[in-house]
C-alpha cells in the first residue's frame, strides 16, 4: 500500500485481503497507525501489465447489478496494482508509486508519551519512513513531546462515527469536550486523551489544554450518546466527499476497526467453458462481451484454436455465427440482459451437472469418479474437479448492516468511485474440488414429506422473523413488503447441512485447514430444482492444487468420509441441548440442531453465514426418520 499524501509505502496487503477485509472504504490496522483505502478514481495502474481478469460471465453479473444501484456499467475487472519482488528495485521512483492508495484516518492521533491529541494537519506528528524495504517501520511520532528524551510513537485515536447509510467521520473531540461550544481560550485547542486501562472505551478521559474542560467518552454512548453527538455530516472519507443530499441519520459511535465498520459487497463465480449440451442463445446469454466479435468463420477459426476457447468446437461454426450476427442486427446483449439479477450458479450448474464432460482446459477439468455402494444410495455422481478458476469482484461495500442476499433492501451499498469508472477491483484464485449430486430419487419425496413438517415450518416461521426484525427501525412500513422472499427452500436446508457435515471431515484428511475450503450449492428453486454441492479449495497461496481434495472422490475413500461425516454429525458434545433446538418464537436465528461443535464452520467457508442448517436432516436426532434424507443405509 502506498499513501496518496505522503507517497511512501507504510504495508502490505494480500490481494483476498483487499477484496474481503480491507477493500474500498475500509480501515486497515497497520503496526503503528490506521489508513483507509481510498476510492478508485485514486488507483493507478499506469506502466503495468496483466492487471485486466477476463472472466465474461461475472463481467456481465456485475453490470447487472449496478444497474440496480444506478451505477455506470464497467468493462473491465482489476486485479490491484502491485509490482513482482523482482521486477523493479522497491526503491526506485517508479516502484514507490505503485500500490493501493491509502490515507491516515482517523485522521487525530495521540502521543504515548503525554497523551496529546491533535490532527495530523496540527504539525504536531511526524511520519518516519525511510526504509522502502521495510514499510511496516512506518511510524508517526511525537517531535515536541516534553515527557521523554526519545521521540514517542504517536497511534491513531480509535474513535469515529459510523451510520447506516455507510457514512464514516472523524469523532469531534473539541466539540464533545465543549459540549458542541467553543474553548473560551483557544478556537482550535490541543486535548489529551487518557486512557485509565479496564474497559476498552468506557474508562478514557479528553481534556482541553486551553481550558480544562473534560469528559469522559462514557458520555458518547448508547442513548445519551444518541442526544450529545452531533448529527451524521454524510462524510465518505474514501471519496474526499460529502453525501450531496447530506444524511439524516443519527452518527453512532464505533472503534476503529471494529468488525461492523466495513461489509464487502462482491460477486463471485468459476471460470467455466460452456456446457457442452447447452444451446447456442444460453452461450451468448452467458459470453455475449467474449462472442460478439466473431463475425467470419476466420475469427471462428483463430479464436476456436487458441487455449482456453477450445469449447468453440461443440457448437457448429454456421449456426453459431448466424445466432451472433442476428443479435448484432438488433437482438438482444449483454449491454440490454433481460433479467435485472444475475444467475450466476445456473450456467456452473448445467456445466458440472451435465451428461457429457466438458473440453479440458487450463481453467477447468472435469473427470468422473466412481460411486460404490452404499453411497451410490446417496449421491447420484461424483465428479473430480482436477482444476478450476474462481474470480471474485468487488462492487461495494456496506456499514453497521451487512449486506444479505436474501434482503437486498436493509444494507445500504456505498459506491467505491465518486467519478465514474469503467472497473471495479477482482481477484482470482485457483484450487480444485469434488462436485456431488445428490440423487433425484432421494431428494425429491424428502422436500414433499418436509413440505408438511412441523420442523421445517418452525425454520420457515423463523425466516419469516429474521426477515421483519431486520426490517424493523430502518424502513416504513411497506404492505408489499414479502417475509418470505429469498427463502432459499427445503431442499437448500438438506444439501447445505449435508455439505457442512462434509467439509468437516474432509478438513482432517485433504491437507487442506477448513478455513480454506468453501462451497457453493446447487438447490436451485421450485421452477428449476437442482441437487448439487461443489466443495473446493480458495487458497491464493499455494493456489490450492496440492491434489489431496480431489483424491478424496474416489470410491475408495468416499464412502468412508461419507461415513465418518454421518457419524460425527450424529454426535454432539452440546446434546441434548443441541439435538432439541428448534427457533421457536421470538427466536429468529436461522439454524436448528447446529452448534460450532457438530456442524458450523468459518466464515471464509460458508456462503451462508452458518445459516439454514440442521443436523436432523441428515441424521436421525430423534424418533421421526420421516425428517433424515439420508438412505437408511448410510444412517450411523
Known sequence: MSGSTYHRRVGAARPSHLMYTAGVGSLVDLPNFSVLVKGLEAWSHSGLTDYVIDEPRLRTAVNRRLQLY????????????????????????????????????????RCTGCNLLAPIDSEAFTLLNTNARTPHEARFVHSECGRTRRKPLAVTARFTLVCTNGHLDEFPYAHFVHHGQQCTKNPRPLLRMTDHGGNLAANVTLQCVACQAKRNIRDAMGERGARELPRCRGRHPHLAAFAPDGCDEQATLMIAGASNQWFPLTMSTLALPPAPDSGIDKLLDDR????????????????????GQAYLKEYDRDALLAAIQARLNGGTSDEQPTETVPDLLGPEWEVLAGTRLPTPTDDFTLEEADVADPTAELFGSVRQV???????????????????????????????WRSS?????????????????????????????????????AHREAYTRFRTNRRSGRLSADADFDTMAGWPGERYLALHSLSHALIRTIALECGY????????????????PRTGILLYTAVPDSEGTLGGLVAL??????????????????????????????????ADYLHGAACHACLFVSETTCER????????????LGDDADEVLTPQVLRP
Open 288 to 307: 455475449w462481451n467474449e462472442l460478439q466479435h466473431i463475425t467470419t468463420p476466420e475469427v471462428y477459426t483463430a479464436l476456436s484454436n487458441m487455449p
Open 70 to 109: 444506478g451505477n455506470t456499467q464497467v468493462t473491465e475487472l482489476r486485479t490491484a496494482p502491485w509490482l513482482r519482488g523482482n521486477d523493479s528495485d522497491p526503491k526506485g521512483w517508479h516502484a514507490q508509486g505503485v500500490g493501493v492508495p491509502v490515507t491516515p484516518f482517523p485522521q487525530w492521533l
Open 513 to 528: 485447514s477448513s478455513a480454506s475450503l468453501a462451497e457453493r450449492i446447487y438447490a436451485g428453486d421450485d421452477e428449476h
Open 386 to 416: 482436477q482444476r478450476l478458476r474462481e474470480v471474485r469482484a468487488q462492487i461495494g461495500f456496506t456499514r453497521l448492516d451487512a449486506p444479505d442476499p436474501d434482503n437486498p433492501e436493509i444494507a445500504r451499498p456505498v459506491r467505491l
Open 609 to 620: 453465514g452458518n445459516r439454514f442448517l440442521d443436523r436432523r436432516f441428515i441424521v436421525p
Open 421 to 457: 469508472q469503467n472497473w471495479v477491483p477482482a481477484s482470482e484464485v485457483r484450487g480444485e474440488g469434488i462436485f456431488l449430486r445428490v440423487r433425484d430419487d432421494v431428494i425429491n419425496p424428502w422436500v414433499e414429506r418436509m413440505q408438511k413438517s412441523a420442523v421445517m415450518q
Open 553 to 586: 472422490a474416489e470410491s475408495t475413500h468416499f464412502d468412508r468420509i461419507v461415513r465418518r461425516a454421518l457419524k460425527d454429525a450424529a454426535r454432539c458434545s452440546s446434546d441434548p441441548l443441541c439435538s432439541e433446538r428448534l427457533p421457536r418464537s421470538p
